[in-house]
């Protein structure tokens, strides 16, 4: 659980980890100016992501506004290399939201209530299990709390599908449009 409001994308992936573009390697950044010290550049022993067991993370649980700030898509991927599947929080920036499920995280979107439910429960230490066919958070002592997403957004998550995959499965009609307007057009190809 973090408990900050606001967390924009800075805050999550600083700037100067911006100058890649691959998406793996982010992770040991994610929340660098917070789980690192500035002088020693050692990891800050109580930021919740460097405390057992929570370092091997895949929930994350955020307050309002998350992913707020600028629209890097490192954020999502500092995230994703990191562990992080999934972030529960009452709301999102949109544009991180969106970028969120384009590179294969989860995000659920909470009223505080149930959001307060599942803070106290990761504070506990208690395991807590995502069912995306059913749309289920499930605690270790078998409560659940129901989340609603988008059938093809959920899909999309469930195959394993970003937008070139998507593009990829009508690849056939693709390929024989292509050979129609070849044959029909042959100045354009």
């Known amino acids: 659980y973090l408990p900050i409001v606001n967390v924009d994308t800075d805050m999550i992936i600083p700037k100067q980890f911006l100058k890649t573009i691959k998406r793996t390697g982010l992770g040991v950044s994610?929340?660098?100016e917070m789980r690192y010290d500035k002088q020693t550049q050692k990891p800050i022993k109580d930021f919740v992501l460097n405390v057992d067991p929570y370092t091997s993370s895949k929930i994350l649980i955020g307050e309002n506004n998350f992913g707020c700030g600028s629209s890097r898509e490192h954020a999502p991927w500092a995230l994703l290399d990191f562990g992080i599947k999934v972030i529960i929080a009452p709301s999102f920036a949109d544009i991180f939201y969106n970028n969120c499920f384009k590179n294969g995280i989860?995000?659920?979107r909470l009223i505080q209530d149930k959001v307060d439910i599942l803070m106290e429960?990761?504070?506990n230490k208690k395991m807590l299990t995502i069912d995306l066919y059913m749309q289920k958070i499930i605690s270790e002592d078998g409560s659940s709390i129901d989340f609603d997403?988008?059938?093809f957004r959920?899909?999309?998550l469930i195959e394993g599908l970003d937008d070139i995959g998507l593009t990829l499965q009508k690849k056939?009609?693709?390929?024989?449009?292509e050979a129609t307007l070849k044959s029909s057009h042959p100045w354009i190809i």
């Open 106 to 108: 989860l995000p659920i």
């Open 172 to 177: 056939e009609k693709i390929t024989q449009y």
């Open 121 to 123: 429960q990761a504070n």
């Open 154 to 156: 959920k899909k999309c």
């Open 149 to 151: 997403i988008d059938e």
């Open 30 to 32: 994610l929340f660098f």
